[in-house]
């Protein structure tokens, strides 16, 4: 599968510094930072520094160093944001059928409420 990555991409200049942000967590490899339009009242993002579209074209390209930091990173932030106790979802979107909408590797971690059943059954 080819991985076209757009460097003009919201996230790309967030981490060029074009466009600021409420940074939680910055790693050699990670940044962390508060969601603009939170779905919860604990609603962060976490992105690889490098040009990754999404997390398989991440899990089959990125150094071991990478990888280790940007998973470390998801759980410095859950620790952080002491989501911990009360539960919390990860979300990843992938492509046009999962409604990906920034073509830059991302998660969400939501906390703070209940998140209730995650889908529907399809009719």
């Known amino acids: 599968m080819s991985y076209d990555y757009d460097d003009q991409n919201i996230f790309a200049r967030i981490l060029r510094g074009e466009i600021p942000n409420d940074t939680v967590l910055d790693t050699p490899h ?41 998973v470390r990173s998801v759980g410095e932030v859950c620790k952080m944001l002491g989501v911990a106790a009360d539960g919390w979802r990860l979300i990843a979107n992938a492509g046009r059928d999962g409604v990906q909408e920034v073509p830059h590797l991302h998660v969400h971690i939501l906390a703070g409420r209940d998140m209730g059943r995650m889908l529907e059954p399809a009719d």
């Open 30 to 70: 990670s940044l962390a930072f508060r969601d603009i339009a939170p779905q919860a009242p604990a609603h962060v993002l976490v992105i690889p520094k490098g040009a990754y579209v999404t997390f398989d074209h991440f899990a089959q390209d990125a150094s071991d160093a990478e990888i280790v930091d940007y």
